[in-house]
């Protein structure tokens, strides 16, 4: 069996979403968490801004939680999803970072396990407060039930 870049696994994970029927922002399912954070973008590696959704129970449960992110809240349609199923990847941090005008002391970083050095998701706050926020609450709903 071939394993699947993360661009491959972040597609497939997309179109199952579409299929299923991804939550949207605006669900009335309640999130773990939500909110605004800055997302570096894989490539370019641009600091955007992008409103994240932390689903427990979100679909494709087999697949464990999952960390959807949109344009803004009211979107229907996410822009990404990151599977966070337990022992799936590393939650780090990393010293602040200064990019243009704006400083994020504390940038946290989501490690895909069995990747390619690309394969994870750098995401920072203005605040060192709500980063820590965003760690527990993601390890606290990929906790093995």
């Known amino acids: 069996m071939q394993q699947q870049s993360g661009k491959e696994r972040t597609r497939a994970v997309m179109e199952e979403a579409e299929e ?3 939550p949207s922002a605006l669900s009335l399912e309640r999130p773990a968490k939500q909110g605004y954070l800055w997302k570096q973008s894989q490539w370019v ?3 955007k801004k992008r409103w994240f959704v932390l689903w427990p129970n979100a679909p494709h449960r087999d697949k464990g939680r999952m ?3 949109y344009l803004t809240p009211q979107d229907k349609r996410p822009r990404g999803v990151i599977a966070l199923a337990p022992g799936s990847f ?3 941090t990393s010293n602040g970072r200064s990019v243009k005008d704006r400083d994020f002391p504390l940038c946290l970083i989501i490690k895909l396990h069995g990747k390619r050095k690309h394969d994870s998701l750098e995401l920072a706050t203005d605040n060192e407060t709500e980063v820590m926020a965003w760690a527990h609450a993601i390890n606290s709903t990929t906790a093995i039930d």
């Open 20 to 22: 299923s029927e991804a």
């Open 45 to 47: 590696k641009k600091w």
């Open 67 to 69: 960390l959807f992110y």
């Open 90 to 92: 590393t939650l780090m």
